[in-house]
């Protein structure tokens, strides 16, 4: 049985899709089945972060209104051939998600692949929740900025309520994944700083992604950045990220620091 | 221009016991057995707040309207409406009521028939002192969260975040941060505490007495910190 993943955060904009790309194609490198299953229906994104815009004939939604095999509607990358997408409809909303219809796919998903990756729409709303709903481990990406951080709180709060884990009564596993982190800004105070976050929020820390021009290049062709450019700076955080994931112990550097953290942070639990 | 005035605005959560009509229908009957009633206790209805329980009952805003009016006629004025489609509510009718909670009859129908002289005239139920209540929360409040407790005391292992609350009708205590609102002695308890790891909260309220974050010491801000009421001041000092 695969594992399945929820990339959240409640505020748009920080680097959901982009970390979800990312994450899924770093551990499709090491010969792992993964697919990445876009949520946001309306509003999809993941696709052209793929490069894979120009290949979606059915999705998510046609899948669950049974219109489509699931088999049809996924997407097998042209680089990497463990890697699928479930891309979202553009011109549905996402009342057409079903709870029963988002049951059947994700059963069916995770019989199939090592790693189902959910990226979750912004926001709080249906589409965040039903992403978030199947999800044996969440990774909450947030920034370094006070509104990131309390709209991810807010999400670390409705996925100990509003998820299949929760009302099992079992405890989620929550991951923290800190983007555009700016080493300068942090030091002049512009920025929170690691350990503000990460005492706000309280959950263990993932990984740190360093603000960077790559990650931008690397959506704008079409490709996640793990893909593009594997020696860049935050492919190399991305790399560590999804190591950490699949549970190896790796030390987690402060971009801008030259000791490492991890005695500090990393095997520290959630207060 | 008037001059703004100092002092805080209290709000409170207070309970109150209200007596709930249950009319049936057609309410013509109902009013002459209503009558006879009152006519047997005269002032019952007086001066007490009444609920309207129309739960079940096939009416509009029309019929409604003519029993408040009815009701009124005989001095029975009907604070508000339990039970009722929010359709036939409205401007001009009272507004909605909801989770109350039945008590004895006892307690409802004694208590007109003048002051109890002596202590054995008490109703038997009032004589059981209830135990004080505690909640414990092993884990942070985030934000969004809102942990209501009336009954009685709040320890929080964890920090309450930015907008999430806790509202109790006793102490609240919070080993962590404090970045929400604590809300203490929220049914009306004026010894009622607030103690924290951590002060940065938004809001801070003892008994109806609420202090927001710019009224708070900046010395204080970070620090543990025990707040408590000094007659209609909140006093906020270091814990050692």
């Not at chain 1, 997407?75 to 909303?93: E, G, H, N, Y």
């Not at chain 1, 790693?115 to 039903?130: F, H, K, M, Q």
């Not at chain 1, 909450?140 to 099992?168: M, Q, W």
């Not at chain 1, 190399?236 to 550097?253: D, K, S």
């Amino acid at each position: 049985m695969g594992k399945v993943i929820v990339v959240t955060s409640g505020k748009g904009g920080v680097g959901k899709t982009t970390s979800t790309a990312a994450l899924g194609a770093a551990l499709a490198q090491n010969g792992d089945k993964v697919v990445v299953v876009d949520f946001d229906v309306g509003l999809r994104n993941l696709d052209l972060v793929m490069g894979a815009e120009r290949r979606v004939v059915y999705d998510l939604v046609n899948v669950i209104q049974g219109e489509a095999k699931l088999t049809q509607a996924l997407i097998r990358d042209k680089r990497l051939d463990t890697l699928f997408l479930l891309p979202a409809s553009q011109t549905r909303d996402k009342d057409n998600l079903t709870t029963e219809g988002v049951d059947r796919v994700i059963t069916e998903l995770k019989r199939v692949f090592d790693w189902v990756i959910c990226d979750s729409p912004a926001g709080i709303e249906r589409g965040a929740t039903l992403a978030m709903r199947h999800a044996d481990i969440a990774v909450v990406v947030t920034n370094p900025e006070v509104s990131s951080v309390r709209d991810s709180d807010r999400i670390i709060g409705l996925l100990d309520s509003k998820t299949l884990k929760a009302e099992r009564g079992e405890r989620m596993e929550k991951h923290l994944l800190l983007t555009r982190y700016d080493p300068a800004r942090a030091q002049r105070g512009d920025m929170l700083k690691v350990e503000d976050v990460l005492e706000i929020l309280s959950i263990p820390l993932l990984g740190i992604i360093p603000e960077s021009m790559d990650v931008l290049r690397a959506s704008n062709i079409g490709a996640p950045v793990t893909l593009a450019d594997a020696r860049s700076v935050p492919a190399l955080a991305y790399f560590e990220a999804a190591r950490r994931l699949a549970g190896e112990i790796v030390p987690v550097t402060v971009p801008g620091e030259k000791r490492g953290i991890f005695g500090k942070f990393f095997g520290r639990k959630a207060a | 221009m008037l001059t703004p005035d100092s002092r805080s605005i209290r709000i409170k959560g207070r309970s109150f016991l209200a007596v709930v009509l249950t009319p049936d229908l057609p309410f013509d009957d109902w009013l002459v057995r209503l009558d006879d009633l009152a006519s047997r206790s005269a002032g019952f209805f007086l001066a007490r707040p009444v609920v309207l329980d129309v739960a079940g009952l096939e009416i509009d805003r029309t019929d409604l309207k003519a029993l408040i009016a009815a009701l009124a006629e005989r001095n029975v004025s009907v604070m508000s409406i339990e039970g009722a489609r929010h359709s036939i509510l409205g401007p001009g009718l009272p507004p909605a009521i909801k989770g109350g909670r039945p008590v004895s009859e006892d307690a409802v129908t004694r208590e007109p028939v003048a002051e109890p002289r002596n202590a054995e005239e008490k109703p038997a139920t009032a004589a059981v002192p209830q135990p004080l209540q505690s909640l414990i929360i092993r884990e942070p409040v985030r934000s969004g969260q809102s942990v209501m407790f009336p009954e009685g005391d709040v320890t929080v292992i964890g920090s309450v975040a930015s907008g999430a609350e806790v509202i109790a009708g006793g102490s609240i205590h919070i080993y962590g941060a404090l970045r929400g609102r604590a809300m203490a002695g929220s049914l009306g308890n004026a010894s009622a505490r607030i103690f924290c790891r951590k002060l940065e909260a938004e809001l801070i309220a003892i008994d109806g007495i609420y202090k927001m974050a710019d009224d708070m010491d900046p010395g204080l801000h970070g620090q543990p910190v025990q707040l408590w009421l000094d007659g209609e001041t909140i006093i906020a000092d270091t814990l050692i």
